[in-house]
């Protein structure tokens, strides 16, 4: 299958302070993205859509202002935690497809990043 | 809220055993159904999907799905401890995925 890759796969900052996250689709073109959040023993939660060279869509509840996403090209997007508390520490996910629209087409997951904000 | 639910577990299977997992959802237009697999502190890996109503078998995995019910279901046969993690369902209802809980699988020697 494809690979998507994050960095970094683990993140410790302090409180008021922000991060970014990337991730890498890195052999195929990936025309959405989405991310997601997981809390311990909790589901994962889709945060947002991210269309390359488009504004992301963000889910009931999440702060745009908070969690910038950014899709600039077909193969990176990012997500930017701004004045990160400790709140938002999580386990975050991002995955991609290779296939615009439809419910049929695989999500590809990247390995996760891990955020503690002390 | 589109709901999908399954049961949290744990769920205990001596090895060799079939382990049956369980999924529900109430987007009725749901489409597209997956089986995901997460180890702790990893992120999910792709098992199986399945479109049509019926059975899909992949090696030590089958996939059943009634549309009628809501009802998705995956059961792995000759379970090994290797196979204990986490079992995520996700559903499709056209766009983005829409994850369970997860029901916890432990395989005991």
């Known amino acids: 299958g494809a690979v998507v890759s994050q960095h970094p796969s683990w993140v410790i900052c302090k409180s008021g302070t922000s991060v970014k996250i990337e991730c890498r689709s890195l052999?195929?073109?990936?025309?959405?993205m989405f991310w997601y959040r997981q809390f311990p023993k909790q589901s994962l939660m889709l945060m947002a859509t991210?269309?390359?060279?488009?504004?992301?869509?963000?889910e009931q509840g999440v702060e745009k202002d908070k969690f910038l996403i950014n899709h600039a090209s077909l193969t990176l997007s990012t997500l930017t935690v701004t004045s990160a508390h400790p709140e938002d520490s999580s386990f975050y996910i991002c995955?991609?497809?290779?296939?615009?629209?439809?419910?049929?087409?695989?999500?590809?997951f990247g390995p996760g990043t891990r955020l503690t904000v002390l | 809220q589109k709901e999908v639910e399954q049961n949290s577990g744990p769920l205990s299977v001596p090895e060799g055993a079939i382990a049956s997992l369980n999924c529900t959802y109430s987007?009725?237009?749901?489409?597209?159904f997956f089986w995901y697999r997460q180890y702790s502190g990893k992120s999910p890996e792709l098992i199986m999907f399945?479109?049509?109503?019926g059975d899909k078998e992949d090696g030590r995995f089958t996939a059943q799905l009634n549309k009628a019910s809501q009802y998705v279901s995956l059961l792995i046969r000759d379970s090994q401890p290797s196979d204990s993690a986490t079992y995520l369902c996700?559903?499709?209802?056209?766009?983005?995925?829409?994850f369970g809980k997860g029901t916890s699988l432990l395989v005991t020697p």
């Open positions: 995955s991609a497809r290779d296939a615009p629209g439809g419910p049929y087409n695989e999500q590809f």
């Open positions: 991210s269309n390359e060279g488009s504004k992301a869509t963000y």
């Open positions: 052999d195929f073109q990936a025309t959405t």
């Open positions: 399945i479109y049509s109503n």
């Open positions: 987007d009725r237009g749901s489409q597209s």
């Open positions: 996700a559903v499709n209802p056209g766009y983005a995925l829409n």
